[in-house]
Each structure stands twice: as structure tokens, then as C-alpha cells.
């Protein structure tokens, strides 16, 4: 028996764990509590990596489909028929002809990280899609907007804060995101017992809630009137200091100038926090000395979602919280991505979309839009699809209008682990290794830590006979399309030589006392810290003049229409009710269903609503709901809570797995509806091209 120490890499927390593996067969999966960072913690996802390994349904060879039906193929000729395939639609019908969908996974799998970028460069498309354009978009570009960097993603300082306002996020399920804090409840727990508060705002009562010192309902979509009143409150009252920022930030007078209407009571009569509740959490705020505003999935995926993490920013900015321990502040990764030469610090609107003129943001175009550039004809009609580690028609709004759309495409390729409900519609499939069959180093991750560290996890299984990893494949897709293009294949470095060279020349690298290189992270499975997060502004800001920029053009345009629309109660859109989301702490966004243990015992696919709307409405515990948006319907079991607020229904995502041909066995038994078939793939965030798949208005209607 061998025990393997190794980064879970299923979520944004990095967790360490101890696998113990006897004859190639994984034996059991623990936390390991020497991993520094986790301190032991795992949860039940961890322990899955089991059954994707041993899962039959998983692919271990690339297919094709032949008539219809799939058939394995060997390397050579799938590779070939990938390449062929987009090569032609390009030469018929032009670069754009090809779009290029990357999943969550893509972040998660250094290898995709390293050796993407080659082959789709090749590709030259101009329609890249990605799952950021469903989830943290408003924040990266803010952090391009204002500190210089897509990457530049400020952090709360969990583990010293006083004062933790966290807004539409919930780690007690997802273990955080763009916060990456293994053992999330200690550190909460740890702030509570230094006297330190947790104020969280959501129109759920989460888990997250339950742990909570305070917990208030929030309309949806309401944050940025919520913390814009916060905000006037905390500059009315006199309590702003700017402290060290000041000599290095740039036009918060303006950025202050554009909000300075919306008053507590306007807000109150958006968001339906009382006014009073809003002036007492801006002084707590303000007065706590160390405190941290933070939002997620509730703050970003939603109609105003920039503007929410916006006045998340100037929040932290005014009360002197930007780059200060406890509050919120940017870490050092031990392979720093900013620093890099080929380093990308971010666009907007270098172009538009075809059909609806949506601007670029970051290289991409919003993934709502995939459908409607699949189904408009003339020239730049995307007609053939690229996934990379994705399953866009479970996971972006107005999923059955993108899956149609899939259908008339001409050519589809997929790299993915299964045959899932996007790819299905695929000419073939390239599987690549299984989570534990390769190595790891978590490149994105680092970089959003509570803590600065450092861990390379080698493969804990041997890699099987004719089984490749993603920067293979990567690197093989790119040689055979160069050689179409009459090009020669660009050498590329495994990703170790990259990793090792980073983190050799990295801020802990041979300059420093820590001297990280590869051979050194070798020496410690279990992972090295490598301190808190310490302040480095201006130092590291990116923007030209190393300033803080306060006031983006484009987030004070979509502020004056916002302020416009909340000075004027007869705009103010009456809706029957309000979709928002769920996560659960045994599922992972779309995937991962075809594990028993995940999916077992109660029905977690249900609509949850308040005891209030189940009554007006007559339904009953379980009874099946109609919920119908502008662009679909599903019908699945009420769950009656109090932990919803009234006027909003939570249903989960990712599920929706009864499709035909997929080949998921243990996922069709526990098929549950796909909420995106509600969402609106029109419903987005201005600026940024997000997808609101939370606040989407639906009505509620018993099944005959
Ligand atoms: N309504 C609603 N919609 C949402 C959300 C929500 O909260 N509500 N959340 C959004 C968010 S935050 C996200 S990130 C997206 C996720 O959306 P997507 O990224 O489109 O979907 P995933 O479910 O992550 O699908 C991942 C796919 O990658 C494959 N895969 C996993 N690991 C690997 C690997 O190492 N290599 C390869 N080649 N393939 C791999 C899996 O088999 C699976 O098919 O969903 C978004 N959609
Ligand atoms: N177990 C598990 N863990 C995961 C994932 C998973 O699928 N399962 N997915 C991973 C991924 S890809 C991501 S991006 C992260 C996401 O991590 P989080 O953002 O922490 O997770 P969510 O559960 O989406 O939390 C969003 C919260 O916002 C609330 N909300 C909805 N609308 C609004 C609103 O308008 N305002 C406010 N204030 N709140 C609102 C919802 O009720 C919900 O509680 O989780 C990651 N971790
Ligand atoms: S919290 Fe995330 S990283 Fe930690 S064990 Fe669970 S899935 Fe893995
Ligand atoms: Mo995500």
C-alpha cells in the first residue's frame, strides 16, 4: 500500500489530500492534515475521484460517430478528423466559422492552462466562448479596469479581518470562489472568536447564513443599490479614510459623484433592506478597522453585476480596506501569471458580436450569445463548435435554444472525460486522462489564495496504455492543424519545465530565502506556505501610472442609467417571481452526477420556495411546479422553505441529464430538469456581457 499526497483539484479550495493506492487501485481518500493550507479538510467530492476513475462510463479512447453511433478510434484518426474537420469548415467558410467553448475544468487543469493557447491561436476565431462569461466576469474586468490586470482580483483577508460583509456567495456549499480558503467554517469560526462579525446578504438563508452573525434577505439583482447606499452613508456620515490609498487613486470623486443619490431609502425601496438596517451596517463597516466586502455568484451573475462589484471595490476603497491586511487585497503566487512575458492584462470592445453587436470583453464573447451566432446566417456564421472541458447547453442560459442550435452545425469537436448533454451532438470526442492519472500545479488557484503557498502534486496512477493529458493532446491538435496550415509546429515546454522556470524565477524563487523549484515542491507533497497576504500596492498595480482607476468609462455609463432607473419608482419591473440558484456541496456544477455517492438519497433538484408563495400558489410539499420563463418551461418538486425569501424560487444547475445518447448510466437514474432551459440568454449584465442566471423573472403554475 502507497499513500499519495495531492491537491484536489474539483474546486477553487485546493484541498490537500492522502490517498492511500494499492496494485493501481485507489484504496481510500482522506484529508491530509499536513497539508498546511487545508489543515485535513476534504468533502465528499474528494472522495468521487474513486468513482470518475473507476467509472465505465468515463471514455478512455476518442470517438467518432459513424452512422450515428459511436464508435472508438484510434489517436491518429481522431486527431486527424478533429483537425480536417475544422480545417475545411475554415476554408469554406472563414476563421469565425469556428467557436471555441472552454468549461470550468479548463481552470482547474494546468496542463489546458499551459498548451491551450497554441492550438487555438492557429484557429485565429474571433468567437471564443468560455464558462467566465456565466460566472466572474464583472470581476475580472473590473480588476483590468482598475488595477490594470484581469488578474488582479483582490481577496478578503479571511483570516484577519474584523468585519466580513459577504454578499451572494455561499462557501459553506461551493468552499469558496475567487476566495480559494480550504477549511472555509474553522476560518469563520476562527473571525468569530477574535470578536470579529460575518454579515452575509443573500435571498437565501444558506448554509453559509446558518454560521452567520447576521443574515438579511435581499431582492435580487438589488446589490448595487444595496451597497451604493452603504457607500453615501459612510461619505455622508464622514467616515471615509483613504489612508496610504490616496496618493495612488484616481477619480473617486467622480466614481462618488456618479452614486451620490441613491440614499438608503431609495435603495430600501430596491433591495428591501430597511434603511435603518443599511446606515447601521455602513458604520459597522467603516468603524470595524479591519473589514472586507466580498461577493460572488449572487453579486456577478446578475443584471447589474459589475455595478455590484464595483461598489464592492469602492466600499473597501473609501474605508481604507483595498490592499491592507483584513481587508482585501491581492496575493503573490509563488508562479506569477502577471508577470509573465505573454501575460494578457485584459480588453474590451476591440470588436463586436455579429448578430447582436455585444462588445469583446477579455478576449471573449459572452456564451449567451453562442445560439444566436450559430443560427443567423451570412458571413462569420459559426458552423462548427470546439468544447474544451465544457457542456455549455447545461450550463448557459437558454440551454434547449443553444442544444437546437448544435444540431445544425456542420462539425463539432470535443475534449472532454464523457460523453456529456453539449457534446453528444459531437462528430468525436477526445478523452483525455483522469484526474488522478496526472500530475498537478495549480496555476489560477494560487493566485485568488487566502494565503500565499505553493504545492505540486504528482500523478498519483500511472497514465494507461494510449491515454494522453490535456497538454498532449493539446500539443498534438496544434502540430496537425499547423501542418494543414503549411506551418511548422511551434516547440512547446511540458508544463513542468514551464512550472519549474516560474517558480525558480518567481518572487520564492533562487532571489529569495524560500528558493521554490520544482525539485523543492517534490521534497514537500504536502505543500509549502508561503505567508499571509501582505499589502503591494501600488507596486504591483498594472495601470498605466501605477494608480487605482475609481471610475471606468463604461461602469459610469451603466451607473447613470442604474441611478436613473432607481430615482424613478414607476420603472420599477413588477415580476411574479424571482429564479435564483443553488449549489450543493455533493455536486459540481454540471458534472460529476454519474458518481452514486454524490447523487444518492432525497431529490436536491427541486424549486425552493418560501411557505408565503406555496400557499398563494396551493402547492404542496412535492408536488410538481410548472416554472416558466420567456424562453422555456420545466416542471419539477416544490420544496417549501423558510429559508427563501418570499417572491423568489432557488432551483440548482447543472442537472437535466436524461438526454438521449449520453452515456452516463448512474446520471440518467438521478436526471433532475437543467434551470437553464429558464434562463434568459437576453438577460445580461451591461456592461460586461455576463449572464444573469440569477433574478430571472419566471411564473409558477401547478401541473394539471
Ligand atoms: N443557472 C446557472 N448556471 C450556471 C451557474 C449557476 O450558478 N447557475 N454556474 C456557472 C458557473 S460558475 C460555471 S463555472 C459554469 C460551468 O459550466 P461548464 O464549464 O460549461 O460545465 P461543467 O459542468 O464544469 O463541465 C465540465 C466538463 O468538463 C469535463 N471535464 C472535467 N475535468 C476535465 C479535465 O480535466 N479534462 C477535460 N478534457 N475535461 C474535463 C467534464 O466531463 C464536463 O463535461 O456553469 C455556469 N452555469
Ligand atoms: N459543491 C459545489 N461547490 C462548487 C461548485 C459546485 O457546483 N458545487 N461550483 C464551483 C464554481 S464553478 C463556482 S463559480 C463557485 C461559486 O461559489 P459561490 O458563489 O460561493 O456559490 P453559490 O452557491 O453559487 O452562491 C451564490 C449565492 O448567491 C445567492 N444569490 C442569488 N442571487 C443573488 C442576488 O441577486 N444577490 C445576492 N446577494 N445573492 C444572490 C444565492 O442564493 C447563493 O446562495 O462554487 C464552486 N464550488
Ligand atoms: S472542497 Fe473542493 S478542493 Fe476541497 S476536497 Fe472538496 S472538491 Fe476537493
Ligand atoms: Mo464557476
Sequence with gaps: MQTHRRACHLCEAICGLKIEVENNQVVSIKGDEQDPFSRGHICPKAVALKDIQEDPDRLRMPVKKVNGVWVETSWEDAIELACEGLFQIQQQYGANAVGVYQGNPNVHNWGLMTHSANFLGLLKTRNRFSATSVDQLPMQLLAYWMFGHQLLITIPD???????????????????????????????????????????????????????????????????????????????????????????????????????????????????????????????????????????????????????????????????????????????????????????????????????????????????????????????????????????????????????????????????????????????????????EHDHYDLIFNIFGVRNQAKYSAATLPKPNGCVDDWELMDKLAACYAAKLGKPARPSMPPQMILDMGLQMGPYGMASEHKLSLDKLKQHPEGIDLGPLRPSFPGRLQTTGKTIQAAPAEVLQAAASYVAYLLNPNERAVHDMILIGRRHIRSNNSWMHNSERLVKGKNRCTAMLNPVDAERLLLAEGQQVRVISRVGEVSLPVEISAHVMPGVVSIPHGWGHDRKGIRQRVAAEHAGVSCNDLTDEQWLDEPSG???????????????
Aim: with cysteine; proline share 6%.
Design 158 to 436: 479571511i483570516d484577519h479581518t474584523d468585519y466580513f460583509l459577504m454578499l451572494g456567495a455561499n462557501p459553506i456549499a461551493s468552499n469558496g470562489s475567487l476566495m480559494t480558503v480550504p477549511d472555509v467554517a474553522k476560518r469563520i469560526k476562527a473571525l468569530q472568536s477574535r470578536g470579529g462579525k460575518l454579515v452575509l446578504i443573500d435571498p437565501r438563508r444558506t448554509e453559509t447564513a446558518e454560521i452567520a452573525d447576521t443574515h438579511h434577505f435581499i431582492k435580487p439583482a438589488s446589490d448595487a443599490a444595496f451597497l451604493f447606499a452603504l457607500i453615501n452613508t459612510i461619505v455622508g456620515e464622514g467616515l471615509t479614510r483613504l489612508d496610504r490609498l490616496a496618493p495612488f487613486t484616481e477619480g473617486l470623486y467622480t466614481a462618488l459623484g456618479a452614486i451620490s443619490k441613491v440614499t438608503p431609502e431609495v435603495a430600501q425601496a430596491e433591495c428591501g433592506i430597511d434603511a435603518q438596517t443599511i446606515r447601521q451596517i455602513a458604520r459597522d463597516f467603516a468603524n470595524a478597522g479591519k473589514a472586507v466586502a466580498y461577493g460572488r455568484m449572487g453579486a456577478c451573475t446578475q443584471r447589474h453585476g459589475t455595478l455590484a462589484q464595483w461598489g464592492i471595490q469602492l466600499l473597501n476603497l473609501i474605508t481604507g480596506n483595498t490592499d491592507r491586511p483584513g481587508g482585501s487585497l491581492v496575493a503573490s503566487p509563488a508562479l506569477d501569471l502577471i508577470a509573465a512575458p505573454n501575460s494578457k492584462p485584459g480588453s474590451y470592445g476591440r470588436w463586436h458580436s455579429r448578430v447582436s453587436n455585444k462588445p469583446e470583453a477579455l478576449g471573449e464573447f459572452p456564451s449567451a450569445i453562442i445560439a444566436e451566432e450559430i443560427q443567423t446566417e451570412g458571413e462569420g456564421q459559426i458552423k462548427a463548435l470546439l468544447t474544451i472541458a465544457g457542456n455549455p447547453v447545461l450550463s448557459t442560459p437558454n440551454g434547449q435554444q443553444l442544444d437546437k442550435a448544435i444540431t445544425g452545425l456542420e462539425f463539432m469537436v470535443s475534449v472532454d472525460l464523457y460523453i456529456n448533454e453539449t457534446n453528444r451532438h459531437a462528430n468525436v470526442i477526445l478523452p483525455t486522462s483522469g484526474p488522478l
Design 690 to 704: 455576463n449572464a444573469a442566471v440569477n433574478g430571472v423573472p419566471v411564473k409558477l403554475a401547478v401541473v394539471p
